[in-house]
């Protein structure tokens, strides 16, 4: 069977030089991928391009084979959603209100929420865990819940394929986790495949089942955990020196930073 | 039920200001009398300045809101992109060049497409409409068209700025009704296609990324809504000159009544906003009767600490 995404040589970025050099990655049904990688390793423009916010100058991707410029928008949106870091809250919509706008691609132009509509928004927010949060605006939310509710709602989506930059950057470390045992939950049970941009290699090891390494706009390393997170890759991309060593509970690889002042 | 109820009550409100509107004026009409047949004069204009102002509210704050959402700015408002000063030159030079009063309109539409086409190239980048450039440029040629008509004021003495003031802060005195049937068109047809839009409204005003991620193709939705808010704006120009603060702060107060959803947010706001201008075309012309005051004047005058006091209470009612 053929991935589920395939990115194929890619080029792009901003300005005249390119970002993303040639990057191939294919993420297959079921994927728990993490990318990793310094600041301004391209791992975002990745993301931009993957869901096509930024166009390609170079290279192609299919979702199941199809060229994702040839698919209509709403079309590719409903099998593939992005979660950001956060949302503007300049225009307060309710809770539920924004959830709802995740139903979008699955309706025609002036086509309102049914019933349907509203059941699968419900759920979601049930999922996350944010249902008492309904009728409260986003900018009354803490990032924590505004995290959940984003969350929400790109599964109101009912996506096949969830991309995630950064989730858990704003979070304290019990969101953090909550959030991506949400995310390991739903890709288990309910076969969501995930691609999502992580700055803690810990959580990375943790949760995924492949890594990316990304340096300077091309994949310096993909693999397992184990064979991504070896001390040599790290020092190699990030010039710093790490220990490696097994969280004792889950046996995934555990990063030590070695201060270089004592 | 809730929603219901306020929609009833602001069709009443809107009743009562529409009543209001054809008893008072100059000359203070029973309600009784007021299909009488020496009265039909009076009752004519006062029913086409009432349309007029319907439709002057309806479509400022309507392609206010639809700027502020997909631009999101709060200061976005019908007249950003040159409408004004555009459709403002064309007329000043209508007028020096001895035209007659009745190309006025059909100079001022074509003043006012013409400079956002101008705008809207400027702003242009590979194909791609940054909003901050659009504003520039907008608040660019504004200012350029503006010293130009002063210019022109200047060298060309009173005659043409006399026909000019009642123009540049507006009137809802209008004469003909075919012009006002002709405006009406573009106007309600311009409305009903930002409705059309209201989902989309949403998703872009929590972004242009966002949206695209929701999957609306936010470039062409920019450009679609642009040239509709564009018509609208150059068609009102034509028969009432220019009036501010409709379209910057009823969208504003709306939002605070009624929340962003643009859904709700687009039919309130056309209700609230012709209930507004309504009432203050009629304060225009009986506060110092028979003098009128510039309606733009009045609209600021009230609009201003209505629109404090909203932001002060800051929570939907």
């Known amino acids: ?262 | 039920m809730y929603l219901k109820k306020r929609f009833i009550i602001l069709f009443l409100l809107l009743g009562l200001a529409i009543i209001f509107g054809l008893v008072k004026g100059a000359v203070h009409i029973p309600l009784s009398d007021l299909l009488l047949k020496n009265n039909q004069a009076i009752f004519n204009l006062r029913l086409l300045r009432i349309v007029a102002a319907i439709l002057v509210g309806s479509g400022l704050a309507v392609s206010g809101i639809a700027l502020q959402a997909i631009l999101r700015n709060p200061l976005a408002e019908p007249y950003l992109l040159g409408t004004s000063s555009g459709a403002g030159l064309a007329a000043v030079s209508a007028a020096i060049l001895g035209l007659s009063r009745l190309y006025m309109p059909l100079a001022a539409f074509l003043g006012a497409l013409a400079s956002i086409i101008l705008v809207y190239n400027l702003a242009r980048e590979r194909g791609m409409i940054a909003d901050k450039s659009l504003i520039l440029s907008g608040v660019i040629v504004s200012v350029a068209f503006s010293s130009i008509i002063v210019f022109l004021v200047s060298l060309f003495g009173n005659e043409a700025m006399h026909e000019m003031n009642w123009w540049l802060w507006g009137s809802l005195q209008v004469y003909d009704y075919k012009l006002l049937l002709l405006v009406a068109i573009p106007v309600i047809l311009g409305i009903c296609g930002i409705y059309l839009f209201a989902q989309d409204l949403n998703a872009i005003s929590m972004g242009e990324e966002d949206a695209v991620h929701l999957g609306i193709n936010t470039q062409a939705i920019k450009k679609i809504l642009i040239l509709i808010t564009a018509i609208i704006t150059a068609s009102l120009i034509c028969i009432c000159g220019i009036i501010g603060f409709v379209g910057l702060i009823v969208p504003h107060m709306m939002r605070l009544v009624a929340g962003p959803n643009h859904k709700l947010l687009i039919p309130v706001t056309c209700l609230a906003a012709s209930i507004f201008v309504v009432l203050c075309d009629l304060l225009s012309r009986t506060l110092f009767a028979p003098i009128e005051i510039p309606i733009g004047v009045i609209t600021a005058i009230i609009g201003a600490p209505v629109f404090i006091i909203l932001l002060k209470k800051g929570k939907r009612i």
Request: charged content about 25%; aromatic content about 6%.
């Open chain 1, 1 to 262: 069977m053929s991935a589920l995404l395939k990115i194929n040589n890619v080029s792009g970025g901003y300005y005249k030089e390119d970002v993303i050099k040639g990057v191939s990655l294919d993420v297959e049904g079921g994927d728990f991928l993490v990318i990793i990688g310094p600041n301004g390793s391209g791992k975002t423009t990745l993301l931009r391009m993957a869901t096509r916010v930024l166009p390609l100058r170079k290279g192609e991707i299919f979702y199941q084979d199809k060229n994702i410029s040839a698919m209509a928008l709403k079309e590719f949106c409903k099998r593939v959603a992005f979660v950001s870091q956060d949302i503007s809250t300049g225009f307060s919509f309710t809770v539920m209100e924004l959830v709802l706008m995740g139903r979008i691609p699955h309706l025609k132009r002036l086509q309102f929420e049914g019933k349907r509509d509203i059941e699968i928004a419900t759920e979601k927010l049930f999922l996350t865990d944010t249902f008492s949060l309904k009728d409260k605006r986003i900018d009354e939310l803490s990032a924590g819940e505004r995290q959940r509710v984003i969350i929400a709602r790109a599964l109101a989506q009912e996506p096949q394929l969830l991309f995630l930059d950064e989730p858990t950057s704003h979070l304290d470390i019990g969101h953090q986790i909550q959030t991506l045992d949400l995310l390991k939950r739903l890709n288990l049970k309910n076969k969501l495949s995930i691609v999502m941009i992580l700055h803690d290699l810990n959580l990375a090891g943790a949760y995924s089942n492949r890594i990316a390494l990304l340096d300077k706009g091309v994949i310096f390393k993909e693999g397992t955990p184990e064979e991504v997170l070896t001390y040599q890759n790290i020092e190699a991309v990030y010039k710093t020196i790490v220990l490696v060593d097994k969280n004792p509970v889950t046996g995934k690889p555990n990063l030590l930073l070695v201060p270089g002042e004592k």
